[in-house]
Structures are given as C-alpha cells and as structure tokens.
C-alpha cells in the first residue's frame, strides 16, 4: 500500500468527471482502493474520492465509526432515492484543508453501488454517512463542496489556500537551496 496525493483546491483537476469503473476485482483496483483507505485513514478523513487523488474514476472509500474500523468502498455509486427532508452539517474536505462549513443536503439517502468484485449493494443511510457519500458524489462529479458556499466565502477559500500553496512552495526551495 502507499500514500496517495492528494490534490488540493482550486486544482482543476478536482473538477474532472469521473468515468464508471468497467473491470471489477482486479489487481490494480484492489490497490487503488487500499491505498485509498490507507491515505484517507493518514490524512486522516473520513471519506476520499478517487478524484483526490487524480484517478478519475468512479471509487468512493468512506469510514465514519469512531474506531475507523468500518470502511465502505462505493463503486459507481448512484442515489436511487433522497429524502425532502434536508440537514445542515459542517463539512470539511481532505482537498480543502483547514476549511469547515455548512452545507445544505438531503437527511436520508438511497445508494446502490458495487463492491471490488462487482456485487452490487444497496445501503440506506442518514446523519454523517449519508452527507459523507452525497460529498464524495459530489467529488466524482467534479463539485467541490466550496461551490456550495457564497461566491464571496469560496474567493477567500481559494485566495487562502493559494497563499499557503506559495509558502509551502517557497519553503521547500529554501530547505532544498541549504543541501
């Protein structure tokens, strides 16, 4: 296993599609999902998106128990049913570090999705794990949950992490121009 990297806001490659997996229980999406859930565990989160980390392909790791002892891996995941009901959470992202606000999404939703292998699930949820795999979704479509935001809040957001990108840049070629 290895950790992946992840990319970081306003990348435009966060805003790729990503395509429906078609080859199941192969050697190389086994990897690419342990090394999902090895990178989303380090990072540490509680969902990644295969889009984070520049594989633009429908595979959602997620893990929302306490103990980080229950992954879920969501293959072309698809909701088949959202509730009218909706819920604000403070969400956070992996690609948008340091970042939390509220985000308006359905309370209930329906997922049918695959496993590695290609069997198919179906799994109904709500509170946390359900507004964990509406986001994740929404990475697989190219929506980072910044858009939901004010277009005012999302400027600050990303002037904010471009900054910190320049620093942690300039900071690296000073400890490489020392050796």
């Keep these: 296993m290895a950790l992946l990297n992840i ?16 080859e199941f229980g192969t050697d190389r999406l086994r990897k690419l999902v342990a090394d999902m859930a ?5 990072a540490p989160g509680v969902g990644l998106a295969a889009t984070q980390v520049d594989v633009h392909e429908r595979v959602v790791t997620i893990d929302v128990s306490e103990a980080q002892d229950k992954l879920i891996v ?39 999705a695959f496993d590695v292998d290609g069997k198919e699930f179906n799994i ?6 359900a507004v964990c795999i509406q986001h994740e979704m929404d990475h697989l479509m190219g929506k980072v949950f ?6 005012l809040k999302r400027n600050r957001i990303k002037a904010k992490l471009q900054k910190e990108e320049r620093g942690m840049a300039r900071d690296a070629a000073q400890r490489s121009a020392r050796r």
């Design 124 to 129: 109904d949820a709500d509170g946390l794990l």
């Design 7 to 22: 990319l970081r806001y306003p990348d435009p490659r966060l805003h790729k599609i990503a395509a429906p997996v078609t």
């Design 38 to 42: 090895e990178t989303m565990y380090d």
């Design 146 to 151: 910044v858009e939901y935001l004010s277009p």
């Design 74 to 112: 969501f293959i072309n995941p698809e909701i088949t049913w959202a509730s009218d009901e909706k819920q604000v959470y403070d969400e956070g992202c992996l690609s948008v570090p340091g970042v939390y606000d509220g985000v308006e999404r359905p309370a209930q939703v329906k997922v049918r």
